[in-house]
């Protein structure tokens, strides 16, 4: 199926590596994208094609993909990291996006 | 580079609405531009996207032919069309901007990441 699936939430202590995790039986033939939504903002890309960061995006922002689970990782969390994060990806055809239900994340 | 929204408000089950989206430093002859929906306490939902090439609009299949997409080139504007409208369909509308790299001769490669977000357009379906 073309579903995603995260976990609800993570926690880690500042300074911290957190990963959020993002499954998918057919992750291992998509790319995955990750967001990141502060409370009452916009969401805000933070990764796409996997692994790749967009101009400006802080390089302790990574992400990994292997087989049918792909990886959001902050390495050493800071407290303005905490938000929601959503993974995405398509469908079959490539025309329809998906959300995962999204994680929250607490850094604290 | 920014997408604005407007058009939304309170509208009563069955009733139609049309929200907006209008772009600026960029033009949506160019770039693909989708609506992407958050109902209250929830997580993003994919609506619809229309598209420089074919196929040229694709919407949710929950839809079911109740959201159409439209553009304005003169205008830089997207418009979503809404109509038979339900409780569920209760959210926050944000247009987005698909992520490209431009190439050579005017050509774009395609992300299928959004890159701009507008800060969202609130619909409201209450009797």
């Known amino acids: 199926s073309f579903e995603v699936t995260q976990p609800p939430s993570v926690s880690v202590s500042p300074g911290q590596t957190a990963s959020i995790i993002c499954s998918g039986d057919?992750?291992?033939?998509?790319?995955v994208q990750w967001y990141q939504q502060k409370s009452g903002q916009a969401p805000v890309l933070v990764i796409f094609?996997?692994?790749k960061r967009p101009s400006g995006i802080p390089a302790r922002f990574s992400g990994s993909s292997s087989g049918t689970v792909a990886t959001l990782t902050i390495s050493g969390a800071q407290v303005e990291d905490e938000a929601d994060y959503y993974c995405?990806?398509?469908?079959?055809?490539?025309?329809?996006?998906?959300f995962g239900g999204g994680t929250k994340l607490t850094v604290l | 580079v920014q997408v604005v929204e407007s058009g939304g408000g309170l509208v009563k089950p069955g009733g139609s609405l049309r929200l907006s989206c209008e772009a600026s430093?960029?033009?949506?002859?160019?770039?693909?531009v989708n609506w992407v929906r958050q109902a209250p306490g929830k997580g993003l939902e994919w609506v619809a996207a229309?598209?420089?090439?074919?196929?040229?609009?694709s919407y949710a299949e929950s839809l079911r032919g109740r959201f159409t997409l439209s553009r304005d080139d003169a205008k830089n504007s997207v418009y979503l069309q809404m109509s038979s409208l339900r409780s569920e369909d209760t959210a926050v509308y944000y247009c987005?901007?698909?992520?490209?790299?431009?190439?050579?001769?005017?050509?774009?490669?395609?992300?299928?990441?959004?890159?701009?977000w507008g800060q969202g357009t609130t619909v409201t379906v209450s009797s």
């Open positions: 229309i598209r420089t090439t074919g196929p040229y609009t």
């Open positions: 995405s990806s398509t469908d079959k055809s490539g025309d329809h996006k998906l």
């Open positions: 987005a901007r698909d992520f490209g790299v431009p190439m050579t001769r005017g050509l774009i490669t395609w992300t299928d990441g959004m890159d701009v």
């Open positions: 057919a992750l291992p033939k998509k790319y």
């Open positions: 094609e996997d692994t």
């Open positions: 430093g960029f033009s949506v002859t160019r770039w693909n």
